[in-house]
């Protein structure tokens, strides 16, 4: 089955750096667009950045274009998240995402499957 495991979330202070990766089994990863989301307590499932698949495109959300960057390493089948000058507000649950069809990018529902999540803590 599909698997998609983030790992290297944690507790940073604000602006520290922190670099997310999602390992995916159970799919032929060259074949999927990838995105990472994040989700505050309180909050709707936020869009944070989406690759191609062939990784000669990458899209962001409008507030974190330059301190965020998105890449992928097909032949680890893995997908990556660095983040940079962390702030208070960008603490929440961070999760990797894969689709095959490219339906779309910023609204989760058109995403084929999901990670646990990584939880990111950002202390002022």
């Known amino acids: 089955q599909v698997q998609l495991v983030e790992s290297g979330g944690g507790l940073v202070q604000a602006g520290g750096s922190l670099r997310l990766s999602c390992a995916a089994s159970?799919?032929?990863?060259?074949?999927?667009?990838m995105a990472w989301f994040r989700q505050a307590p309180g909050k709707e499932r936020e869009f944070v950045a989406a690759?191609?698949?062939?990784?000669?495109?990458?899209y962001y959300a409008d507030s974190l274009k330059g301190r965020f960057t998105i890449s992928r390493d097909n032949g680890k089948n893995s997908v990556y998240l660095q983040m940079n000058s962390l702030k208070s507000e960008d603490t929440a649950v961070y999760y990797c995402a894969a689709q095959r069809r490219l339906l779309g990018l910023r609204s989760p529902t058109v995403y084929d499957y999901w990670g646990q999540g990584t939880q990111v803590t950002v202390s002022s």
């Open positions: 159970g799919l032929t990863f060259s074949n999927y667009h």
């Open positions: 690759i191609g698949s062939s990784d000669s495109n990458t």
